[in-house]
């Protein structure tokens, strides 16, 4: 728990190829995921963040912007994937089979 006021805090991260950021927010209880993705200003540093399009979780697991969070809790902000992992790995499967570079 927090200082006397009862707020909490968590943590926000977003990361980039070349970057990583990780903001401590102090935030009032029962402060949802989106609410505390606003109150870390993170949005006006990194304008690209679109929480329509970019999915959010607490420690590696999917969760809604509508979750309350507790104290502790890592907010990652996930950027959408450029190309399908598993498709990207047949790609290569290919073509060493082939023995093609």
Same mark, same amino acid.
């Given at each position: 728990? &927090? !200082? %006397?006021? $009862?707020?909490? @805090?968590?943590? /926000? ?8 950021? #990780?903001?401590? /927010?102090?935030?009032?209880?029962? =402060? =949802? #995921? ?20 970019? %999915? @959010? &979780?607490?420690? $590696?697991?999917? %969760?809604?912007?509508? =979750? @309350? ?13 450029? %190309?399908?992992?598993?498709? =990207? ?9 082939? &023995?093609? !570079?």
């Amino acid at each position: 728990m &927090g !200082p %006397a006021d $009862g707020s909490i @805090v968590v943590e /926000v991260v977003y990361a980039l190829p070349d970057e990583q950021v #990780l903001l401590a /927010v102090r935030v009032p209880p029962e =402060t =949802t #995921l989106l609410e505390a993705v606003e109150l870390s200003g993170i949005r006006s540093a990194y304008p690209e963040i679109d929480l329509a399009r970019n %999915a @959010v &979780g607490i420690f $590696g697991k999917l %969760a809604s912007p509508h =979750t @309350v969070l507790r104290c502790g809790d890592r907010i990652e902000i996930y950027r959408p994937l450029i %190309a399908d992992p598993k498709e =990207t790995r047949r790609r290569r499967a290919g073509l060493k089979k082939s &023995g093609r !570079p």
